[in-house]
């Protein structure tokens, strides 16, 4: 089974949640570990290139399921910027389900994004698994993200896709904006962000972390 056809069938579990998710570039993966031969990454979750990939398979009626053994299993390797505390057991379950060997290398989204473009052709990461879309920009300008399966796209409502198929977004965050009741009526809070920029009422009126990395991530996509 190449390793397109692997991240179609754990990338389909992956979306039950709404971070980002990538795929990385990478050659076919064999039974049991082997140096991978050329990988790319993304933020959010998209499966590795292949030449021609092949369609899952499908049992047929009455058919017994093999079942394999952890050095049996295909090995899948993912980069993720979200902590274990949050998602490893959903990644633990997946590879139980799928009959993967899930690997995860936990750390700093940008710092494993960083990881990818040293490692090129060497990186063993199959996909990149991303806390904001900072990193994904960088990923895909350099090539390093591969197309992500139709099926798997289409499981995502638009908004939350990359527009080229090469991520989708697995959770999401919602910001609101405090204010003093006593001071301000609700009617004269702006329906949208940008609508503070530029409106002499709000200047020196704001307070927010400037030094916060999501926010950052935040005001960067807002600038695009």
């Known amino acids: 089974m190449r390793r397109r056809d692997l991240i179609r069938l754990g990338g389909l579990g992956l979306t039950a949640g709404w971070t980002l998710l990538a795929a990385c570039q990478s050659a076919e993966p064999t039974a049991t570990p082997a140096p991978p031969t050329s990988t790319a990454a993304g933020a959010g979750m998209a499966p590795t290139a ?83 879309a900072g ?3 960088a990923l895909a300008k350099e090539g390093r993200l591969a197309p992500l399966p139709s099926e798997l796209l289409q499981r995502v409502p638009q908004p939350y896709r990359s527009p080229k198929e090469l991520w989708v977004g697995i959770s999401g965050r919602v910001r609101t904006v405090i204010y003093n009741t006593e001071r301000v009526k609700p009617e004269e809070i702006p329906a949208s962000i940008v609508d503070f920029a530029g409106n002499e009422r709000w200047r020196a009126r704001l307070g927010w972390a400037p030094t916060n990395g999501s926010f950052q991530a935040f005001v960067t996509a807002l600038r695009r």
């Open 135 to 137: 990193a994904l920009g």
């Open 50 to 132: 292949s030449p021609t990939p092949a369609a899952a398979a499908t049992p047929t009626a009455g058919a017994t399921p093999t079942v394999m053994t952890r050095s049996q299993s295909a090995v899948v390797t993912i980069y993720s910027g979200r902590s274990k505390s949050l998602i490893g057991p959903l990644l633990d379950r997946i590879g139980q389900e799928l009959g993967l060997d899930v690997r995860v290398r936990y750390g700093d989204t940008a710092e494993l994004a960083t990881a990818i473009l040293e490692e090129g052709d060497r990186s063993p990461a199959d996909l990149f698994f991303g806390q904001d």
